[in-house]
């Protein structure tokens, strides 16, 4: 018995907003932007961007050129992959496009007829994806979340962009009001010669009214007003405004005895503070049951082996994983010297961390023991850095962080090990229903 597998379920086309329609039309000759470079499409989560700004990008390309070359650009080439080409292969096809992808070169061959054109795809992580684009010659760009892009990446972007007739395609949710694209696009549409349209989720028909409540819960504070209004604002006060200090710290014997899955989250200081937090998971809740701190400049410099008797005694015998600070290289060797073994380096992206333990709080999906007093104490001094905010970087202040950054590490990366797994699973039984004789 084999699993076949299966084609992609065929794209199902929703009725379009109004926004929606001039995303499709606006660079066509009827369409009084038809002469703009670029456009600029900005807002909220869920708002029905991204998918009618790539099929217009292709519709437009495939209408306009003839072989010619084109750029597509994600942060990463994966979240470009997963969130824009396989829902945008699916609206292709759905329309009569033959699109041929060549993952190891990441290019779409994208034919209709006898015409056939090729978009190479990007990954904009940092100031080092500029080196990718140099160098190649373009006839359109379409940046998916161009304001988690650097400035260097999109200028080289766009400076390729040379073929007569280019256009520019940019998607992206709101940052703070400093932030380059804000002031060096929408800051100037018209020497731009762009045209800026912005979304919220009312302007996505899909969504019922009970899928845009679940999603206004899920974020709190600065991701509300961003990801949810859509607005570029700054990151200001504390940090974890949902902490509720009557709902969210409980007495140590309100804790479950039993749990899903249980870890230790570590953030290892060689000259500052290394904590250790003890965590239970029972469903999609979390528990914080117990801490480890250890001051350097109160109680004394500790070695490396020291702090490895130190995490002994904190495991007291259990199994947990362990996730760390990925830069305590020389701490990790230690441990696995020892034969602790169940050891993963933590992911380290602060505003997504940041953004998942918001979102246990907003969602009463997070605990803290009552005894953890230094946890509960940067908590509330966990704020968000103004100086930073004015440069338009959104940063933390580094100071009595390293509770909140093992806590950070811990929810995080477990909470991204859990999606990958139900994933998975989505994915096996999906093909399980594909089964067949051969």
């Given at each position: 018995?084999?699993?076949?597998k299966?084609?992609?379920p065929?794209?199902?086309?929703?009725?379009f907003?109004d926004?929606q329609l001039?995303?499709?039309?606006w660079?066509?000759?009827?369409?009084?932007?038809?002469?703009?470079?670029?456009?600029?499409?900005?807002?909220?989560?869920?708002a029905?961007?991204?998918?009618c700004m790539?099929?217009?990008?292709?519709?437009?390309?495939?209408?306009?050129?003839?072989?010619?070359?084109?750029?597509?650009?994600g942060?990463?080439?994966?979240?470009l992959?997963?969130?824009?080409?396989?829902?945008?292969?699916?609206?292709?096809?759905s329309?009569?496009?033959?699109?041929?992808?060549?993952?190891?070169?990441?290019?779409l061959t994208v034919?209709?007829?006898?015409?056939?054109?090729?978009?190479?795809l990007?990954?904009?992580?940092?100031?080092?994806?500029?080196?990718?684009i140099?160098?190649?010659t373009?006839?359109?760009?379409?940046?998916?979340?161009v304001?988690?892009?650097?400035k260097s990446?999109?200028?080289q972007a766009?400076?390729?962009?040379s073929?007569d007739?280019?256009?520019?395609?940019?998607?992206?949710?709101?940052?703070g009001?400093y932030?380059?694209f804000?002031k060096e696009w929408?800051?100037?549409?018209?020497?731009k010669?762009?045209?800026?349209?912005h979304f919220?989720?009312?302007?996505?028909?899909?969504?019922?009214?009970?899928?845009?409540?679940?999603y206004r819960?899920?974020?709190?504070?600065?991701?509300?007003q961003?990801?949810?209004?859509g607005?570029?604002?700054m990151?200001?006060?504390?940090?974890?405004?949902k902490f509720?200090?009557?709902v969210?710290?409980k007495?140590?014997?309100?804790f479950?005895?039993?749990?899903?899955?249980?870890?230790?989250?570590?953030?290892?200081?060689?000259?500052?503070?290394?904590?250790?937090?003890?965590?239970g998971?029972?469903?999609?809740?979390?528990y914080?049951?117990?801490?480890?701190?250890?001051?350097?400049?109160?109680a004394?410099?500790?070695?490396?082996g020291?702090?490895?008797d130190?995490l002994?005694a904190?495991?007291?015998?259990?199994?947990?994983?362990?996730?760390?600070?990925?830069?305590?290289?020389?701490f990790?060797?230690?441990?696995?010297?020892?034969?602790?073994?169940?050891?993963r380096?933590?992911?380290?992206t602060?505003?997504?961390?940041?953004q998942?333990?918001?979102?246990?709080?907003q969602?009463?999906?997070?605990y803290?023991?009552a005894?953890?007093?230094?946890?509960?104490?940067?908590?509330?001094?966990?704020?968000?850095?103004e100086k930073?905010?004015?440069?338009?970087?959104?940063?933390?202040?580094?100071q009595?962080?390293?509770?909140?950054?093992?806590?950070?590490?811990?929810?995080?990366?477990?909470?991204?090990?859990?999606?990958?797994?139900?994933?998975?699973?989505e994915?096996?039984e999906?093909?399980?229903?594909?089964?067949?004789?051969?």
């Open positions: 018995m084999t699993k076949l299966l084609k992609p065929a794209f199902k086309w929703a009725p907003s926004k001039k995303v499709m039309t660079w066509m000759p009827e369409s009084p932007h038809h002469d703009k470079d670029a456009i600029i499409c900005d807002g909220s989560v869920r029905g961007k991204t998918v790539s099929f217009s990008y292709i519709a437009w390309a495939m209408d306009t050129f003839r072989g010619e070359q084109f750029g597509m650009s942060k990463t080439i994966g979240a992959r997963r969130n824009v080409v396989g829902p945008l292969k699916r609206m292709l096809a329309r009569g496009y033959h699109v041929h992808d060549n993952r190891s070169e990441n290019v034919t209709r007829g006898l015409n056939s054109n090729r978009f190479f990007f990954g904009g992580r940092d100031e080092s994806s500029q080196d990718l140099a160098g190649i373009l006839a359109g760009m379409f940046f998916d979340e304001a988690l892009m650097p990446f999109v200028d766009t400076a390729r962009c073929v007739g280019a256009k520019l395609w940019f998607n992206c949710n709101p940052a009001p932030h380059w804000k929408l800051g100037q549409l018209q020497k010669h762009a045209l800026h349209l919220t989720m009312e302007d996505n028909l899909s969504l019922s009214e009970r899928v845009r409540e679940r819960r899920m974020y709190s504070g600065i991701f509300f961003r990801y949810i209004l607005l570029w604002v990151a200001e006060g504390v940090i974890f405004s509720n200090d009557a969210h710290k007495a140590r014997g309100w479950p005895a039993k749990f899903d899955r249980k870890f230790i989250c570590i953030d290892y200081g060689a000259n500052n503070p290394t904590a250790f937090l003890k965590y998971v029972r469903g999609n809740v979390y914080e049951l117990d801490e480890y701190y250890h001051n350097i400049r109160h004394g410099e500790k070695t490396n020291e702090y490895a130190d002994e904190f495991l007291d015998g259990d199994e947990y994983a362990i996730f760390i600070d990925p830069s305590a290289k020389a990790i060797i230690e441990l696995q010297k020892r034969g602790i073994v169940n050891i380096a933590a992911v380290n602060v505003l997504d961390g940041i998942t333990v918001s979102n246990r709080f969602n009463n999906e997070l803290i023991c005894d953890n007093t230094n946890s509960l104490q940067e908590l509330v001094s966990y704020v968000w850095d930073a905010a004015e440069r338009g970087e959104d940063k933390p202040i580094k009595n962080d390293h509770t909140c950054d093992a806590r950070r590490y811990g929810i995080h990366t477990d909470y991204l090990l859990q999606r990958v797994k139900q994933r998975k699973k994915r096996e999906r093909s399980d229903h594909d089964v067949g004789w051969m």
